[in-house]
């Protein structure tokens, strides 16, 4: 098992937008909607902000989105405020009943 | 509200063995796969193993063979034994809740260290 690709870091300023991708294989992202990302602020439990693709939990706002085409999911913030500097990752079930997570991207608000 | 607190993380030798318990509360626990996954420092996050409702278990190959999974439904808790315990393993455990398919809910987490 090795870890789902994702670039290490991503930078935006306040208000553009910032897409992170994670690419995965036949045998995870591109096999089953269970993909989903989560917001990791250091010292803080990992919060999910979207499931099965690109659905958003309740309270999590819609300036995140998600897709996936092929073997690779993607996520993108709009509008970035300086509270969403954070790490994400990115996490997919796989044809072995496991699951795997990305390598993780940190995201820097300028 | 849903809760998952974790307990039995601390410091251990290399070789040595730790308990690791979690007891949810807030939601019917017997009908959700429950998971642990760790954050080990410089590295990430780490999915470690999971228990479904109907008690199947599936690890992550760094861990196979030498940590085991377990639920109790009557005392809303998950465990995981954690045997020939390597530098490599430090790191903070939580315990999270699966809804469809996604880590809906984490406990606050405990932290391991494995260092002599």
């Known amino acids: 098992q090795s870890a789902l690709t994702q670039p290490a870091s991503v930078s935006g300023s306040p208000g553009q937008s910032i897409t992170i991708s994670c690419t995965g294989s036949s045998n995870d992202i591109g096999a089953y909607k269970y993909v989903s990302w989560y917001q990791h602020h250091p010292g803080k439990a990992p919060k999910l902000i979207i499931y099965d693709v690109s659905s958003r939990p309740s309270g999590v706002s819609d300036r995140f989105s998600a897709s996936k085409f092929g073997d690779t999911a993607s996520l993108t913030i709009s509008g970035l405020q300086a509270e969403d500097e954070a790490d994400y990752y990115c996490c997919s079930y796989t044809r072995s009943n496991t699951w795997m997570l990305g390598g993780g991207t940190k995201l820097t608000v300028l | 509200d849903v809760q998952l607190v974790e307990s039995g993380g601390g410091l251990i030798q290399p070789g040595g063995s730790l308990r690791l318990s979690c007891v949810a509360s807030g939601f019917t626990f017997s009908n959700y796969d429950m998971h642990w996954v760790r954050h080990v420092a410089g590295k990430g996050l780490e999915w470690v193993a999971v228990v479904g409702a109907a008690f199947d278990t599936y690890y992550a190959d760094s861990v196979r063979g030498r940590f085991t999974i377990s639920r109790e439904n009557a005392k809303n808790s998950v465990d995981l034994q954690m045997n020939t315990l390597r530098a490599a393993d430090t790191g903070v455990y939580y315990c999270?809740?699966?809804?469809?398919?996604?880590?809906?809910?984490w406990g606050q987490g405990t932290l391991v260290s494995v260092s002599s």
């Open positions: 999270i809740r699966d809804r469809e398919g996604a880590f809906d809910s």
